[in-house]
């Protein structure tokens, strides 16, 4: 490759993992699709399995045999979230021998990193799940544990998907006043009682991943006033700016400017009935900071992360090529 340098990048959330093979140059040799590759969700030894499947898939469809090694592989994934955890999943990795340096990290470094230059930072995922990271000019970071209820965490897909169904399920029987969150559950599980679709998410006749259906039905009852679709979303714009308020104090931005990536299936669909809730927190507490959300495919910072550390460089023709590039090309999809 004419003394360029190949690298592979992963993007890992809970429900889709998005592999790029690129060169130094910026150039995007393949681009696949696939499951999650969670080790919460698969295990620790099987994630790094199938990130191994899926780099061996991405060579093929680069085109790249055994006689082009890999530089790097930056593999950025949902389930790297405690110290411990990335450094048992970087081992693993390195083991593997996938390239001359491998890392394993979380997520939520990919958000951020494709979001903004900005060195005083925040980023929050809001997707099936929770999380957010924060770095300062200064080179310190913050991070939490995001390991759902047990850290404190509340207001992923999963959450605003159970809070449906514990307000519908109360309105149908009494416990609770009436809100149109029984006919989005009747709508979204084709059943005749809310009881019905609870009973059957009990048995295994939905799977549980089927609750996330139920979050754009939340948002649309939340904008049409009903109160209890209502309540739920000012809980999740509380906790998304308690996230943003706990990072900036944590690494002291608050009186200083700072951006806000919003990331993750939710935030990055920007619902109206969220967004406005979240922008008046925001501007009550931080007038200086600018929130943004991810336009661009999370894998790109995956991507960009190696890039930097290939090249020694944070900007320059080869990250504008590669975004330019991840952004007009349609992922393989796999499995």
């Given at each position: 490759m004419?003394?360029?340098r190949a690298f592979i990048a992963i993007d890992g959330g809970n429900s889709k993992t998005d592999v790029v093979a690129a060169t130094t140059d910026g150039e995007l040799a393949a681009f696949v699709r696939a499951g999650t590759s969670s080790p919460h969700r698969l295990g620790y030894r099987e994630s790094i399995d199938f990130l191994g499947k899926l780099i061996e898939t991405a060579r093929a469809e680069a085109g790249w045999g055994s006689g082009t090694p890999l530089a790097r592989?930056?593999?950025l994934i949902a389930g790297a979230d405690l110290p411990?955890?990335?450094e048992r999943l970087t081992a693993d990795a390195r083991s593997r021998d996938w390239a001359e340096g491998a890392q394993v990290d979380n997520d939520t470094l990919a958000v951020?990193?494709?979001g903004t230059d900005d060195r005083n930072a925040v980023a929050v995922i809001c997707g099936a799940g929770m999380n957010g990271v924060g770095r300062n000019e200064e080179g310190e970071w913050f991070r939490i544990p995001a390991l759902g209820p047990t850290t404190g965490d509340w207001g992923g897909g999963e959450d605003l998907g159970d809070a449906v169904l514990y307000a519908a399920s109360r309105a149908e029987d009494g416990r609770g006043p009436a809100t149109a969150l029984v006919d989005a559950v009747l709508d979204h599980y084709g059943t005749e009682t809310v009881a019905e679709a609870s009973i059957g998410l009990h048995f295994g006749d939905f799977e549980r991943d089927t609750v996330h259906g139920l979050v754009p039905y939340l948002f649309a009852a939340a904008e049409a006033g009903d109160a209890c679709a209502d309540a739920v979303v000012e809980r999740q714009a509380d906790e998304v700016a308690?996230?943003?308020r706990a990072a900036a104090n944590r690494l002291g931005m608050a009186e200083r400017p700072f951006t806000v990536v919003g990331g993750g299936g939710i935030l990055r669909a920007a619902p109206q009935a969220l967004q406005r809730?979240?922008?008046?927190r925001l501007a009550r507490t931080y007038p200086a900071v600018r929130y943004t959300t991810l336009d661009r495919p999370p894998v790109l910072g995956a991507a960009w992360t190696a890039l930097d550390a290939l090249t020694g460089e944070v900007s320059g023709p080869a990250h504008r090529r590669l975004d330019a590039a991840i952004a007009?090309?349609?992922p393989v999809r796999i499995g």
């Amino acid at each position: 490759m004419n003394g360029l340098r190949a690298f592979i990048a992963i993007d890992g959330g809970n429900s889709k993992t998005d592999v790029v093979a690129a060169t130094t140059d910026g150039e995007l040799a393949a681009f696949v699709r696939a499951g999650t590759s969670s080790p919460h969700r698969l295990g620790y030894r099987e994630s790094i399995d199938f990130l191994g499947k899926l780099i061996e898939t991405a060579r093929a469809e680069a085109g790249w045999g055994s006689g082009t090694p890999l530089a790097r592989v930056d593999a950025l994934i949902a389930g790297a979230d405690l110290p411990v955890e990335v450094e048992r999943l970087t081992a693993d990795a390195r083991s593997r021998d996938w390239a001359e340096g491998a890392q394993v990290d979380n997520d939520t470094l990919a958000v951020l990193r494709a979001g903004t230059d900005d060195r005083n930072a925040v980023a929050v995922i809001c997707g099936a799940g929770m999380n957010g990271v924060g770095r300062n000019e200064e080179g310190e970071w913050f991070r939490i544990p995001a390991l759902g209820p047990t850290t404190g965490d509340w207001g992923g897909g999963e959450d605003l998907g159970d809070a449906v169904l514990y307000a519908a399920s109360r309105a149908e029987d009494g416990r609770g006043p009436a809100t149109a969150l029984v006919d989005a559950v009747l709508d979204h599980y084709g059943t005749e009682t809310v009881a019905e679709a609870s009973i059957g998410l009990h048995f295994g006749d939905f799977e549980r991943d089927t609750v996330h259906g139920l979050v754009p039905y939340l948002f649309a009852a939340a904008e049409a006033g009903d109160a209890c679709a209502d309540a739920v979303v000012e809980r999740q714009a509380d906790e998304v700016a308690a996230m943003i308020r706990a990072a900036a104090n944590r690494l002291g931005m608050a009186e200083r400017p700072f951006t806000v990536v919003g990331g993750g299936g939710i935030l990055r669909a920007a619902p109206q009935a969220l967004q406005r809730r979240l922008d008046v927190r925001l501007a009550r507490t931080y007038p200086a900071v600018r929130y943004t959300t991810l336009d661009r495919p999370p894998v790109l910072g995956a991507a960009w992360t190696a890039l930097d550390a290939l090249t020694g460089e944070v900007s320059g023709p080869a990250h504008r090529r590669l975004d330019a590039a991840i952004a007009a090309a349609e992922p393989v999809r796999i499995g």
